[in-house]
């Protein structure tokens, strides 16, 4: 049931739960993640940024769409940090529901510049756009964009971007960071802000960088307005502990023996993160709308 991120997380905001926003770059992660969703009767998200967009190549979207059509919950098909109009453009061109803006680190105006222009684009195709407020931490390399410092979202903002945009939903920096974090650092969730966030606005709010925060604060922040969270390091790492275990045996050479135990690693982890975002069985109140 492919949908709009509008349609998709209206419901999370009127039921107070969030939709997780899985990034995938493969087959597996992709077939990992339609199977714990099925499992798990929820709605879901397929986020691809444009660096998974340009490593699997445009006509890997076909399958997604594909699956995204036959798939038994509700979903959206995302891009994830957009940040020019020319990725905009391809990832509407390739049948993406939703895109994401992210011009978070330059000035406010500008933001809101580019911002606009990508929903007046965007809405004229009933494509749902992201934006986003502060910037996110970073904690490698291989972690999405982001920050050294994260610049937490200043409240008195977001009303002034929301209201210029027009945008659909707002992913809001209150102390996470993309990627996994390192032993010595401890992610600081500012859930004070979030309630000030909330408050203010009436669309649904994003947490990125959700892997590795503590799980009572990530229900907290459910609690507090959050309806959709990105997961990408989480499911990632445990699909790759796992492939290196089964490697270990030198002799495996064959991909349908090698990834069903990886599929299986990253499918544990989808699970407690839908159920931490009290998403299992909602899919139920959508198909009362329908
Ligand atoms: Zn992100």
Do not use: W
Request: net charge negative; with cysteine.
């Amino acid at each position: 049931m492919l949908m709009t991120m509008k349609d998709l997380l209206a419901v999370a905001h009127a039921n107070h739960f969030a939709v997780p926003a899985f990034n995938m770059s493969n087959n597996m992660l992709l077939r990992g993640v339609i199977e714990a969703s099925e499992e798990a009767k929820s709605p879901v998200i397929f986020a691809i940024h444009p660096d998974e967009l340009a490593f699997v190549r445009p006509a890997f979207i076909k399958t997604v769409i594909e699956e995204a059509n036959k798939i038994r919950v509700p979903v959206c098909i995302h891009l994830d940090h957009g940040s020019t109009i020319k990725q905009i453009m391809e990832a509407i061109q390739c049948g993406f529901t939703s895109v994401m803006i992210d011009a978070s680190t330059r000035p406010l105006e500008q933001n809101i510049a580019i911002s606009k222009q990508v929903v007046d684009i965007a809405h004229c195709v009933n494509v749902s756009v992201e934006g986003e407020l502060g910037t996110i931490g970073t904690t490698s390399p291989q972690a999405e964009a982001g920050t050294d410092d994260i610049i937490y979202v200043n409240p008195a903002d977001v009303e002034t971007y929301v209201q210029a945009t027009g945008v659909d939903t707002l992913a809001v920096a209150i102390g996470t960071a993309h990627g996994l974090y390192p032993k010595d650092r401890k992610p600081k969730l500012r859930l004070d802000l979030l309630k000030e966030i909330s408050a203010r606005v009436g669309i649904p709010l994003v947490l990125h960088g959700g892997s590795g925060n503590p799980d009572e604060e990530i229900a907290q922040a459910v609690k507090l307005g959050i309806n959709k969270i990105n997961i990408s390091s989480d499911i990632k790492n445990a699909f790759y502990l796992k492939c290196r275990e089964v490697l270990s045996d030198t002799g495996l050479y064959e991909p349908l023996m090698i990834y069903p135990a990886c599929i299986d690693a990253m499918k544990k982890v989808a699970h407690h993160k839908i159920d931490l975002f009290d998403a299992t069985g909602k899919a139920a109140l959508y198909e009362c709308r329908a």
